[in-house]
C-alpha cells in the first residue's frame, strides 16, 4: 500500500513537469510581452525596461522556467498584475467562498443523483424511465447560462426568494442566504447528466447473476438494490466525483460570476479579463496537482470499497 | 421468386452479406427517435449552409424595425416600450442604468458612429445620444438637416434611419432594432460552424495521436501518454480560459483552435485503446506479411475497423463544443463583437430580460436546445446502432 503510494506520487512528478512546461510555454512563450500591456498606454521605454526587469521577463527562457519552477515549489508566485494582492493570500481568501458553495452541492448532489437513478434503474424500461430519461436529455441541452439567467431572474429579482447576489462576512448568513440560489442552480444544471450516467451504471449491476442469486436466495427488493447492487455500483460513482471534484472549485466560474460570489472561478473570469497572469498561472498549475491527487484518492478508495481491486 | 432464378441470383452475383454499415444503417433507420433527431439536424445543417452562402439571414445587421419591436404573437400583450422606458429615466432599478451603459460602451454600429460624428460636426451635445438612442428614429430631424446643410444625399447607412422600421416581427427585434430570427439562423450558423470544425480538428489529432502511441507502443506510447496525462490533468474549462487569456486576437479560427486543441484527450485515449486490441490481430499480420507499410497498415487496414468509435466521437464531440462555444462567447473570449452567436445573444438577453424584452433569450435558447437534444439523441442512437451490444 505504501509502496503503491509513494509509486503513484513518484508518477506525478513528470506529469506536473509536463505541466509547468506547457503553462510556461502558454504564458511566456506565446502569450508576448506583457510589459506593454502593464505600462498601459503611456509609457516610455525605461518604464517598459524596468517593468521587464521586475517581472523577470528581460531573462532568456531557461532562467525564466527556473523562475517559474521555483514559484510553483515555494508557493509564491508574487502579486497579481491587476490588483497587486499577493497570490497565494488570494488563493486563500477565495477558497471558502467556493468550497461554501461546492461541498453542500456535492453533498447533496451526489445523494439526489444516486436515488433518482437507482428508481429508475429499478423501473428500467418503462414509461417513467424513459420520460425521466427525456427529460434529462432535454434539460442537458439546455446551456447553463440559461438556467443561471432565468433563475436569478425569476426566484431572485422577480419573486425576491433569494437574494439577487452578493455575500456576506457570517457563515450562516452565506451558506443559507446567499450560497442558496447558487446551489439550487448548480444542483439543477449537474444532476440531468449525473442521474444518466448513475443509471448506467447500475444498470451495468442489475442484470449481473449476484443480483439474481439474492433476489432467488429471498432477499428483500430494498436489500437487493440498497446493498447488493448500489455497493458494486459505488466504483464507477466514486471514480466519477473523484473527477469532478477538482474542476467543480473552478467549475462553478460562471455562477460565481453571476452572484458576485468572492470565489476562486470569479476570480479565474476577472483574472482572464484583466490579462493577469500570474493568478491563471498558479490557479491552472495547482488545479492539475490537484485533479491528479484527486485521481490517487480515487484509487485508493476502490480499495476501500472493493477489496478485489489489486492496485498496481 | 423461383428457385432457379434465385440460383441464377446468388450465381451471377455472390450473396454478399450486409457489412457493418449497411447493418448500422438499417438499425438506425429501424429507431423512429434517431429519424427525428437526425431529421432535425439535417435541417439545422441545411438551414446554417444557406446562411453561410448567404441565401438566408445575410442582412442580419440591418435594423429592420423599432427598437425591441415585440413578437408579433405578443405584440398586444406586450406594451413595457412607454413605461419601462419611463421607469428607467426617473432611476428605475440600478441595474438598468448599468445595462444602459454597458450598451454606450458596446456600440460599435458604424451607423451610431456616423451620427455622433455628424452631430459633433454641428456642434450638439453628442451625450443626447446616449438616451435618445431607445426612442424611436430619435435623429430624423437632425438628419434631415444635416442633409440639407452638408449637401449630402445620404449613403446607404444614412438613408436607412430614414426607413419606415416595423412595429413587430415574427420574433421580435433587439436593441437596435435587429430581426432577432435573423439572428439567431446567423447565430446557429456560427454556432454549427465552430462546433464542427472543432470537433473535427479535435478527432483528427486524437486519433492521429491514439493511432501511434496505440500501434508503435514502446516509447512513443510512452511519450504521447505523457503528453495525454498533462492536458487530462487540467480542467478543461480552465485550459480553455487559460489558452484564451493567452490568444488576444478574437476570431472564429482561433476559438476553433481553443476548443480542439485542448478537447482531443477522451479521443485519444479510446483510439489508443482500439489499436492496441487491434494491431496484433491476424489481418494486420496478413498485411505485413504482404509488405504493407506501418502507415497503410494504420490507416488502410486498421482504420476502418475502428471508424465507427471515431464517428461517434466526432458526434459527441460537436455537442460539446456547441455548448462550450456558448460560454466562450457569452464571456466575451469567443468569436469577435462583430459576429453573432448564441453565446452573443444570451450576453445581450441577460441585460434585456431585467427591462422585460425575453424574446431574444427565449430564440437563442430554443434553438441552441432543439438542436443539442436532436444531436444527443442522434449520437445515443448512431452508438446504439454501430454497437448493438452496448445495449
Redesign the interface.
Known amino acids: 500500500m505504501a509502496a503503491y503510494i509513494i509509486r503513484r506520487l513518484w508518477q506525478i512528478i513528470?506529469?506536473m513537469a509536463?505541466?509547468i512546461?506547457?503553462?510556461f510555454t502558454?504564458?511566456n512563450v506565446?502569450?508576448?510581452d506583457p510589459a506593454y500591456l502593464l505600462a498601459g498606454k503611456i509609457s516610455n521605454p525605461e518604464q517598459i525596461a524596468n517593468i521587464r526587469k521586475q517581472l523577470g521577463i528581460d531573462e532568456p527562457y531557461w532562467m525564466q522556467l527556473l523562475i517559474f519552477v521555483k514559484q510553483v515549489v515555494t508557493f509564491d508566485f508574487g502579486a497579481s498584475w491587476s490588483t497587486n494582492e499577493v497570490v497565494s493570500h488570494m488563493f486563500a481568501s477565495r477558497l471558502p467562498a467556493s468550497l461554501m458553495i461546492t461541498v453542500p452541492l456535492l453533498i447533496l448532489e451526489t445523494i439526489i443523483a444516486v436515488s433518482i437513478a437507482l428508481a429508475v434503474a429499478y423501473v428500467r424500461g418503462s414509461f417513467t424511465d424513459r420520460a425521466a430519461m427525456v427529460t434529462c436529455?432535454?434539460a442537458?441541452?439546455?446551456?447553463?447560462?440559461?438556467y443561471i439567467?432565468?433563475f436569478q431572474?425569476v426566484l431572485a429579482?422577480k419573486w425576491g426568494l433569494f437574494p439577487v447576489q452578493g455575500w456576506g462576512n457570517n457563515f450562516g448568513e452565506n451558506l443559507f442566504k446567499f450560497a442558496a440560489l447558487p446551489i439550487l442552480i448548480a444542483l439543477v444544471v449537474s444532476l440531468a447528466p449525473n442521474i444518466r450516467l448513475y443509471r448506467t451504471f447500475l444498470l451495468d449491476e442489475v442484470n449481473q447473476d449476484y443480483v439474481r442469486t439474492a433476489r432467488a436466495k429471498g432477499l428483500s427488493e430494498n436489500r437487493v438494490m440498497f446493498v447488493h447492487v448500489l455497493r458494486n455500483a459505488s466504483i464507477p460513482i466514486i471514480t466519477n466525483l473523484m473527477i469532478q471534484l477538482?474542476?467543480l472549485l473552478?467549475?462553478l466560474?460562471?455562477i460565481e460570476r453571476f452572484f458576485s460570489v468572492p470565489g476562486i472561478g470569479r476570480e479565474?473570469?476577472l483574472?482572464?479579463?484583466r490579462?493577469d497572469?500570474p493568478v491563471?498561472k498558479a490557479?491552472?498549475v495547482y488545479?492539475?496537482l490537484a485533479?491528479?491527487l484527486a485521481n490517487l484518492a480515487a484509487d485508493l478508495l476502490y480499495k476501500a470499497v472493493d477489496p478485489r481491486v489489486e492496485l498496481k | 421468386m423461383t428457385t432457379a432464378a434465385m440460383n441464377a441470383a446468388a450465381a451471377s452475383a455472390p450473396a454478399r452479406s450486409p457489412g457493418l454499415w449497411s447493418l448500422a444503417w438499417k438499425r438506425l433507420l429501424g429507431d423512429r427517435i434517431a429519424i427525428v433527431s437526425m431529421v432535425v439536424v439535417i435541417l439545422f445543417l441545411l438551414l446554417s449552409l444557406a446562411s453561410f452562402v448567404g441565401l438566408v439571414a445575410k442582412d442580419w445587421n440591418r435594423e429592420v424595425a423599432i427598437n425591441y419591436a415585440p413578437p408579433t404573437l405578443f405584440k398586444d400583450s406586450h406594451k413595457p416600450a412607454a413605461d419601462l422606458k419611463a421607469g428607467a429615466k426617473d432611476g428605475g432599478p440600478a441595474v438598468d442604468s448599468g445595462a444602459a451603459k454597458a450598451e454606450v460602451v458596446n456600440d460599435r454600429d458604424p451607423l451610431r458612429d456616423v451620427i455622433i460624428e455628424l452631430k459633433g460636426q454641428l456642434g450638439q451635445a453628442t451625450g443626447e445620444v446616449d438616451s435618445g438612442i431607445k426612442v424611436v428614429d430619435p435623429l430624423a430631424d437632425v438628419m434631415a438637416e444635416l442633409r440639407k446643410q452638408l449637401g449630402r444625399t445620404g449613403d446607404g447607412a444614412v438613408a436607412q434611419a430614414d426607413e419606415k422600421r416595423a412595429e413587430h416581427l415574427p420574433f421580435g427585434a433587439d436593441k437596435w432594432g435587429r430581426d432577432v430570427l435573423k439572428k439567431v439562423i446567423q447565430g446557429s450558423e456560427t454556432s454549427i460552424l465552430v462546433g464542427f470544425a472543432a470537433a473535427i480538428v479535435a478527432t483528427l489529432l486524437g486519433t492521429v495521436l491514439g493511432a501511434f502511441a496505440g500501434y508503435f507502443g514502446g516509447k512513443t506510447d510512452d511519450a504521447l501518454n505523457w503528453f495525454y496525462s498533462i492536458f487530462s490533468s487540467i480542467p478543461y474549462i480552465l485550459l480553455v480560459l487559460a489558452i484564451a487569456a493567452v490568444l488576444k486576437q478574437k476570431g472564429i479560427v482561433t476559438v476553433v483552435l481553443i476548443l480542439g486543441l485542448t478537447g482531443w484527450t477522451s479521443i485519444f485515449r479510446l483510439v489508443r485503446a482500439e489499436y492496441l486490441k487491434h494491431k496484433a490481430r491476424d489481418y494486420v499480420r496478413a498485411a505485413n506479411a504482404i509488405g504493407a507499410s506501418n502507415m497503410r497498415r494504420m490507416f488502410v487496414h486498421i482504420f476502418p475497423n475502428i471508424s465507427h468509435v471515431v464517428l461517434v466521437q466526432l458526434s459527441l464531440h460537436v455537442v460539446l463544443f456547441i455548448k462550450s462555444e456558448v460560454i466562450l462567447s457569452f464571456l466575451g473570449f469567443g468569436v469577435p463583437v462583430d459576429t453573432v452567436s448564441w453565446g452573443s445573444m444570451l450576453n445581450e438577453a441577460q441585460n434585456e430580460l431585467i427591462l422585460g424584452y425575453w424574446w431574444q433569450l427565449v430564440a437563442a435558447t430554443a434553438f441552441m436546445a432543439v438542436l443539442v437534444t436532436a444531436f444527443s439523441l442522434f449520437t445515443d442512437a448512431l452508438r446504439d446502432a454501430l454497437d448493438p451490444k452496448l445495449k
Not at chain 1, 442537458?140 to 440559461?146: A, D, N, R
Open positions: 513528470p506529469t509536463g505541466v512546461l506547457l503553462i502558454l504564458f506565446v502569450g508576448g436529455t432535454v442537458q441541452s439546455i446551456s447553463i447560462l440559461v439567467i432565468v431572474y429579482y477538482p474542476g473552478v467549475g466560474f460562471l479565474v473570469i483574472a482572464v479579463e490579462s497572469f491563471i490557479i491552472t488545479v492539475a485533479t491528479m
